[in-house]
């Protein structure tokens, strides 16, 4: 994450370029800010890192209330994370602006965000590898025989699946789908089942 005042300040342009669903132009962003281009890639990088970033910082704060909702629910071990795995894959095909650079730019949205070439499917993968464990640590879940890392990556490349769907197979995205294979993986016990999350739309 940036740190410096200038790179924050790009960094809060752009955020807010890409919310409002247009495409980041490093160009106009540097006439926007009032600099030339070479200060802005010294400040925040290439347009990949750039993009990289505000991914991932609309990514945290999906993942956040996906948690506190489970939370609100009282849902524990496995089915609380098919609850905030579940919550987090239905806002992100449910973000128009999300939609959008996917649409737009998709052959760099696949590269950005389900490989290693970006960073922000590690960070995501180090999410649900926190909650894995957490699970773990309170005695309600137990990963094996994987490690809590190893599932992890297979669960974000379930919600890799389903929310690109139309990449990836050439259907629609469907929540439904994604999370009845996060509960076939992981099985949630139905003495811990938790009650069925509300329709897309109301969420």
């Known amino acids: 994450m940036y ?3 200038s790179a924050l300040r790009a960094f809060r342009e752009a955020r807010h370029t890409f919310i409002d669903g247009a495409r980041i132009d490093m160009g106009a962003l540097a006439a926007a800010l009032g600099v030339d281009r070479t ?5 925040v990088g290439n347009r990949d890192r750039l993009l990289s970033e505000i991914l991932w910082s609309l990514a945290v704060p999906t993942l956040d209330r996906a948690s506190r909702a489970a939370d ?15 919550r987090f894959t239905a806002d992100l ?3 128009t602006y999300f939609r959008a650079f996917l649409t737009r730019e ?3 949205a696949m590269r950005l965000l389900t490989t290693s ?6 960070r995501f993968v180090d999410r649900i590898t926190a909650l894995v464990v957490e699970e773990q640590s309170s005695g309600e879940f137990d990963p094996a025989p994987l490690s809590a890392e190893e599932l992890a990556r297979l669960l974000v490349r379930i919600s890799e699946s389903f929310t690109y769907a139309e990449f990836i197979s050439g259907e629609a995205p ?5 999370r009845a294979a996060f509960e076939y993986v992981l099985r949630p016990a139905a003495d811990h089942a938790t009650p069925a999350p509300p329709p897309i739309g109301d969420r």
């Open 3 to 5: 740190t410096s005042d």
């Open 39 to 43: 200060s802005l890639f010294r400040w």
């Open 72 to 86: 609100t629910i009282g849902s524990t071990g496995a089915a609380r994370i098919v609850d905030v795995l579940d």
């Open 93 to 95: 095909i449910d973000a």
């Open 106 to 108: 998709p052959a760099r």
């Open 117 to 122: 070439e970006s960073d922000v499917q590690s």
């Open 174 to 178: 469907d929540p439904v789908r994604a």
